[in-house]
């Protein structure tokens, strides 16, 4: 069965001070994983696709990463707008392939203080 | 601009009563969905279509309904038979590889 844990479930950090955010899975062969911003009482806002092990990507302070495993969603110097729940979810070859069905963690709430 | 609109963006509703919440996309996407949140957890999939007059139920679709008639236009209904329907509801359609969210409904029941 195709699984996300994300953790910490709550991350507070100090204007200025990096951190990571980690997303593991398990799939059965994984189409794609995808990160998104959510902001209380709105809907995610897309960020990232990752298709494959080793694949990278950057937006601003957030830069994304995919091993077999896991994802990491590692924030430089964060601003207190970057305060928001960051979702990852999958999208995998077994059962959900041809549904488009998206499985997300938990979430991570991010609190950034100034 | 294009995107997907929910509306309304609260809802209440009386026990026993039925409510329809609505999701509109003007993105030409074939593929819609239905998903609930609760706090502390992961985005639970209630309903999807991925083409006009076909919908599946998704993993927790007990207590809702959903029509498809037109490609824009995907509501959901939420019946009486929904024992706990407080949450938030979002709407998403699907081209190639991307996903696009609306803005949400919180729906109450009082």
């Known amino acids: 069965e195709d699984q996300v844990t994300q953790s910490p479930e709550a991350l507070r950090l100090q204007e200025g001070e990096s951190s990571s955010l980690n997303c593991s899975y398990t799939?059965?062969?994984?189409?794609?994983l995808f990160w998104y911003r959510q902001d209380p009482g709105k809907g995610p806002e897309f960020l990232f696709t990752?298709?494959?092990a080793g694949e990278e990507k950057e937006k601003e302070r957030l830069k994304a990463t995919l091993t077999k495993k896991e994802s990491f969603l590692h924030i430089t110097a964060p601003k207190p707008e970057d305060s928001a729940t960051y979702l990852c979810?999958?999208?995998?070859?077994?059962?959900?392939?041809?549904?488009?069905?998206?499985?997300f963690g938990q979430g991570t709430t991010l609190q950034v203080k100034p | 601009d294009g995107g997907i609109t929910q509306s309304p963006k609260y809802l209440f509703r009386k026990e026993g009563q039925n409510v329809t919440l609505s999701c509109e996309q003007n993105?030409?996407?074939?593929?819609m969905y239905w998903y609930r949140q609760d706090p502390g957890q992961g985005l639970r999939l209630i309903y999807y279509?991925?083409?006009?007059?076909?919908?599946q139920k998704g993993d927790i679709a007990e207590g809702y309904s959903v029509s498809r008639e037109k490609k824009e236009s995907f509501p959901l209904t939420v019946t009486s038979a929904q024992k706990n329907p407080t949450a938030f509801y979002l709407c998403?359609?699907?081209?190639?590889?991307?996903?696009?969210f609306g803005s949400g409904t919180r729906l109450t029941v009082v």
């Open positions: 998403a359609s699907r081209a190639q590889g991307g996903y696009t």
């Open positions: 799939v059965s062969g994984l189409r794609g």
């Open positions: 990752l298709y494959s």
């Open positions: 979810a999958v999208l995998g070859y077994t059962g959900s392939s041809n549904t488009g069905k998206l499985i």
């Open positions: 993105l030409n996407h074939d593929a």
């Open positions: 279509s991925q083409i006009v007059n076909d919908f």
